[in-house]
Structures are given as C-alpha cells and as structure tokens.
C-alpha cells in the first residue's frame, strides 16, 4: 500500500526503544536529534569503545543492555578512495560481519523493526541515470568501493529472507552522498562540498587570484542535504514495511561546474576557476530515481542546494571562528 | 596434469567432507597421497560459530581449506526457509575465509554454486556473468550469500595476498546421491521411477515438462553436490 501523503508520525516513537548505530556519526547525529525532536524517550547509540559490533558477544550485550523496538542501523566502516582501494578486504569482512549479526540477533531478540541503511556504492558501475531501484543487481559496482558496497547490499538480501521466512520486519534504504553542517572537512579525506568549501575559503582570506579545480566540471551529481536523509530515515521507519529497497535523495542534478560556482559566490571567493582537464571526472553522471520514496512514505527532500550550502558554509566558518560577514 | 607431490606435505580441511561431492574429494585427495585430511564434523565443530572455527583450524593446522559445506535444501526447503540458508552460508563462509587469513593458511579453496548466477545469463553461463542479475527467486538467498565469500577472496587477495580461489561446478551426479523421491534431483528420481516401473512391469510412466528443456550434467567427482536451482 503506497502512502504518498505520510506525515511525520510522533506517536509513533513515544513508547519505542531504538537503537542507531554509527549515532555518533556525521549522519547519525542528524537522525538522533530527529528522534528527540519526535518524541522518542530512548535512544541509545552504541560506541565503538563499548561495543565492537563485529563481535557477536558486543551485540547480545548491546542488546541486552538496550532492549530496543527499532534498530537502525547506520554504522558503516569506509574510507575515502585511497583508504578503500588499499583496505577491500577489511572493508568487506567489518562490514558484512557486522550487519549480518546485527539482523540475526535482532531477530533473535524479538526487534520489531530493522532499518538498514545501505550506499549508493551498492549499484552498479554503469547503471543508467536515475538508478533505478530494480538495477541494484544488474552489474557489479565500480571497482574501488565494490567490497564495502557488495557487503552492505547482502544485508537487504538477508533482510528479504528474513521477512519471507519470520515476517521479520526490516527494510532497506539506500541514501545518495550527503553534506552539510558537521560534514567532514579535513583536505585529506574530505568529498567534494566540504573540499571546494574550505579551499575557496582560504582562498579568498589569502586573496589568491585563481584556484584550480579537477576535470571538466561537466560530471554532474546529486547532493543530498543531511538532515533531510535523516528525515527520510524517520518517515520510511514510520510507515514503510515492504522489502523492496528505496532510494533517498534530493532528486535534483547539479554540474560540479555549478556547483564550483554556487560554493564562489556563497563563500565570497571572486578568484579565476582554472579547470584542469587532465584529471578525471569521474562517472559523468550520478543520481538516483526517488519516486518509490515519494509514493511509499512521502518523502521529499525539503533543502534546496543554495539553502544547504549557505547553512554548511555558516557551520564552517564558525568552527574555524570566522564569522560570515 | 595431476600433482601427488602438491599434496604430500600438505595438511587440508575439507569442509562438507561428507556430503555427497565431499566424499569423493577426501578419497580423490588420499588418492593423492594426501597424508592428512580433516573433515571438521558438525557434531563437533558448528562452523557457524567463529569459536569452533577458530578450535577446528587449531586442531587441524590447515595448509589448505577446501571449503566445500553448505547447507541447503531442495527447491520446497529452500523456500521455506531462506533466512536460514542465508545466514548460515553466509556467516560460515565470511568467518572460515577470515580465520584462515589470520590462521595463516595458505591456500583457500571455495566452492561455490551455480545458484550464484542471475537468473537468466547467456548461455553458455560465463564466470564474467555471475554479478549481472539477481538469482533465481527460488535460491536467491542462497545464491547471494554464496557470492559473498567470492567478494571477500577478491578483496582478501587485493590487500592481504591471501591465496584464494573460487569454483562454481555445475549440478552433479553419481554414486551416492540422493535418491530420496521427495527431495531428489532429476536424475536419481528418473533411475528410481524407471526401475521401479520396470520391476512393477508399468507400461508407461509420466514425466514433467516437454523434455526440449537442456541441462549440463557433470560427474559427481568434481563438482559440489546437487544445486536445487535447476
């Protein structure tokens, strides 16, 4: 049954115990303030130094100690691409061990409800744009992140299984690249909205005439404001129950050239953008089709791109106590 | 060209070592001259559980893991209970990988399924094809947890140098198999029916399907053992 028209649901998170993996995460503090905000009186985000959710043992004590209704479960273990071409093989097993024994023992403890967060990195190296749901199995995903997203994508599998053979309710979301305020800036590991942010900021306070920027600037991709995945998140655990995976994202296409130009004028940069050509773009395009999440639970994304660059270009700049003039 | 000399010095663990297909590898490799072979019993290793793997590889110090178990049923079994045969292929297969990196084991040997493949390849089924489709509905839990230890050997090779293979045998027959009528595959059911129509003197048996549909049968030596998929 589809719910095109699902409100945020309060009551439903009044009396439910929920558990969010990687809550301390860039994400997973987003959807936990959500959760405050809705009314939930529980939650309880796992840290790592307490409970090593690859360990079987860690997750019966996790579970013991928090009793939840809800798990959602948004803790990944990634890197960026230097970290994910030399790690597949710890990226795979840290993955897959963790979320295999997250379901199972969520099943065994009587969970009301699994949400699975998985990676845009599930789908295919060529999938046509939109991805499309129904593609997720129609190729093997591009090869630096094919571990880590072939390790999350086996969980929906187990999630499908598990609801055919129990009537374990779990279902599977599949979220594009998100930025925003709390974003990680470090140059090193950084993704693209974070990394053009800060550049062009020192750029401008060092009044350098040019920066230059990778590829074509003709690549185009999807940006994601976080709390509106966090928001997504909410309404489908609300009111989704179908195994069919869905897509979440803000459903609009942006060049990286206009985005480079977008971040110029919200930073104040008013250098020359020299664009170096012989560096790669990258997949030429990258967004997903979010009409199953529309039609199921009414999701869409609510922060346009110029409103979610202004607010993450403020949090920058106050964490590096640079007020915006 | 077979290689006694590989074997010689070699300790191998055979899981599934007495299965079907399992049989004829521990025979096949004392063939070999094999010295020592050690098929890890589910009465007292459930490789599902890291710390009976960990005692099994301890007990047995593998230079090689053939890992030929798995747990399935036929097609009725299969769609009963996808959940278990997803997660008890999938947990023992990621955590046996793993314990042989740490355990230092030389050469991974994983065994995988023709179930493994989407539903509806080319034909010939090409290695090249596997990741592009979902399997069968029917296995497909079974098949995608099957996949994942190819994944992770992948991956293991990339950063570790972990030595492993992966081989996909179609299904298999022979000496053996099962000829249980309610959950056998086609042809021990057809060695059955027909010799029991011959003893019973029937004039005519029936037989599903048109016939025109094909199959590729291989000698129960060398594959795993019968796949419910097909």
Same mark, same amino acid.
């Given at each position: 049954?589809?719910?095109?028209?699902?409100?945020?649901?309060?009551?439903? *998170?009044?009396?439910?115990? &929920?558990?969010?993996?990687?809550?301390?995460?860039?994400?997973?503090?987003?959807?936990?303030?959500?959760?405050?905000?809705?009314?939930?009186?529980?939650?309880?985000?796992?840290?790592?130094?307490?409970?090593?959710?690859?360990?079987?043992?860690?997750?019966?004590?996790?579970?013991?100690?928090?009793?939840?209704?809800?798990?959602?479960?948004?803790?990944?273990? &990634?890197?960026?691409?230097?970290?994910?071409?030399?790690?597949?093989?710890?990226?795979?097993?840290?993955?897959?061990?963790?979320?295999?024994?997250?379901? #199972?023992?969520?099943?065994?403890?009587? &969970?009301?409800?699994?949400?699975?967060?998985?990676?845009?990195?599930?789908?295919?190296?060529?999938?046509? &744009?939109?991805?499309?749901?129904?593609?997720? *199995?129609?190729?093997?995903? #591009?090869?630096?992140?094919?571990?880590?997203?072939?390790?999350?994508?086996?969980?929906?599998?187990?999630?499908?299984?598990?609801?055919?053979?129990?009537?374990?309710?779990?279902?599977?979301?599949?979220?594009?690249?998100?930025?925003?305020?709390?974003?990680?800036?470090?140059?090193? @590991?950084?993704?693209?909205?974070?990394?053009?942010?800060?550049?062009?900021?020192?750029?401008?306070?060092?009044?350098?005439?040019?920066?230059?920027? *990778?590829?074509?600037?003709?690549?185009?991709?999807?940006?994601?404001?976080?709390?509106?995945?966090?928001?997504?998140?909410?309404?489908? @655990?609300?009111?989704?129950?179908?195994?069919?995976?869905?897509?979440?994202?803000?459903?609009?296409?942006?060049?990286?050239?206009?985005?480079?130009?977008?971040?110029?004028?919200?930073?104040?940069?008013?250098?020359?953008?020299?664009?170096?050509?012989?560096?790669?773009?990258?997949?030429?395009?990258?967004?997903?089709?979010?009409?199953?999440?529309?039609? #199921?639970?009414?999701?869409?994304?609510?922060?346009?791109?110029?409103?979610?660059?202004?607010?993450?270009?403020?949090?920058?700049?106050?964490?590096?106590?640079?007020?915006?003039? | 060209?077979?290689?006694?000399?590989?074997?010689?010095?070699?300790?191998? %663990?055979?899981?599934?070592?007495?299965?079907?297909?399992?049989?004829?590898?521990?025979?096949?490799?004392?063939?070999?001259?094999?010295?020592?072979?050690?098929?890890?019993?589910?009465?007292?290793?459930?490789?599902?559980?890291?710390?009976?793997?960990?005692?099994?590889?301890?007990?047995?110090?593998?230079?090689? %893991?053939?890992?030929?178990?798995?747990?399935?049923?036929?097609?009725?079994?299969?769609?009963?209970?996808?959940?278990?045969?997803?997660?008890?292929?999938?947990?023992?297969?990621?955590?046996?990988?793993?314990?042989?990196?740490?355990?230092?084991?030389?050469?991974? %040997?994983?065994?995988?399924?023709?179930?493994?493949?989407?539903?509806?390849?080319?034909?010939?089924?090409?290695?090249?094809?596997?990741?592009?489709?979902?399997?069968?509905?029917?296995?497909?839990?079974?098949?995608?947890?099957?996949?994942?230890?190819?994944?992770?050997?992948?991956?293991?090779?990339?950063?570790?140098?972990?030595?492993?293979?992966?081989?996909?045998?179609?299904?298999?027959?022979?000496?053996?198999?099962?000829?249980?009528?309610?959950?056998?595959?086609?042809?021990?059911?057809?060695?059955?029916?027909?010799?029991?129509?011959?003893?019973?003197?029937?004039?005519?048996?029936?037989?599903?399907?048109?016939?025109?549909?094909?199959?590729?049968?291989?000698?129960?030596?060398?594959?795993?053992?019968?796949?419910?998929?097909?």
């Amino acid at each position: 049954m589809t719910n095109p028209n699902a409100q945020p649901d309060s009551a439903f *998170w009044v009396t439910r115990r &929920v558990v969010v993996t990687g809550g301390a995460g860039f994400l997973g503090r987003y959807v936990v303030k959500k959760l405050a905000e809705r009314g939930c009186q529980n939650v309880f985000v796992p840290l790592a130094e307490e409970y090593d959710l690859r360990e079987k043992d860690a997750i019966v004590r996790m579970y013991e100690d928090a009793q939840p209704d809800i798990v959602i479960h948004l803790a990944a273990i &990634v890197g960026g691409i230097g970290a994910n071409r030399e790690n597949p093989g710890s990226f795979f097993y840290d993955n897959a061990i963790m979320g295999i024994q997250l379901i #199972e023992q969520a099943r065994l403890h009587g &969970v009301e409800k699994f949400v699975c967060i998985g990676t845009v990195c599930a789908y295919p190296k060529y999938t046509p &744009v939109p991805f499309r749901e129904e593609d997720l *199995w129609n190729g093997y995903p #591009e090869e630096t992140n094919a571990p880590y997203g072939l390790a999350k994508k086996m969980l929906l599998v187990q999630l499908q299984a598990y609801r055919e053979q129990y009537g374990f309710d779990g279902i599977y979301l599949l979220p594009v690249n998100m930025y925003g305020p709390g974003d990680n800036f470090d140059p090193e @590991t950084s993704h693209v909205i974070p990394a053009l942010i800060r550049r062009m900021s020192e750029a401008k306070e060092k009044g350098l005439e040019s920066i230059t920027v *990778w590829g074509t600037g003709f690549a185009s991709r999807e940006f994601f404001y976080v709390e509106d995945a966090a928001e997504g998140i909410l309404l489908a @655990t609300e009111h989704y129950e179908i195994p069919e995976p869905v897509n979440l994202g803000s459903g609009a296409e942006t060049r990286i050239k206009d985005l480079v130009e977008l971040i110029a004028e919200l930073v104040g940069y008013e250098g020359e953008m020299e664009w170096d050509t012989s560096k790669p773009d990258g997949q030429p395009r990258r967004m997903l089709d979010t009409t199953r999440a529309k039609e #199921e639970f009414g999701f869409e994304a609510k922060i346009g791109l110029r409103q979610g660059l202004e607010r993450t270009i403020n949090w920058y700049e106050q964490q590096i106590g640079e007020p915006d003039d | 060209m077979t290689d006694a000399t590989f074997w010689a010095n070699r300790r191998v %663990v055979v899981t599934g070592g007495a299965s079907f297909l399992g049989r004829y590898i521990v025979r096949k490799l004392r063939e070999r001259g094999c010295q020592d072979v050690f098929v890890p019993r589910a009465a007292e290793y459930d490789l599902r559980e890291k710390d009976a793997i960990i005692r099994m590889y301890r007990d047995a110090r593998p230079d090689i %893991v053939i890992h030929a178990a798995a747990r399935m049923g036929g097609i009725g079994a299969n769609l009963a209970r996808p959940g278990d045969f997803f997660y008890d292929n999938a947990i023992m297969g990621i955590q046996l990988v793993e314990q042989a990196r740490q355990f230092g084991v030389g050469k991974f %040997v994983y065994v995988g399924t023709v179930c493994s493949y989407p539903k509806a390849p080319p034909v010939p089924f090409k290695e090249d094809d596997l990741w592009n489709g979902y399997p069968e509905e029917t296995n497909a839990a079974y098949g995608i947890a099957e996949r994942m230890p190819i994944a992770q050997l992948q991956a293991y090779r990339k950063q570790y140098g972990f030595n492993g293979i992966c081989l996909l045998p179609v299904n298999m027959y022979g000496p053996g198999d099962n000829f249980d009528p309610t959950t056998s595959h086609v042809i021990p059911a057809l060695i059955r029916k027909i010799s029991e129509a011959k003893e019973q003197g029937l004039r005519s048996i029936t037989v599903w399907g048109t016939g025109a549909a094909s199959r590729e049968f291989l000698f129960g030596g060398y594959g795993r053992r019968n796949c419910a998929c097909q």
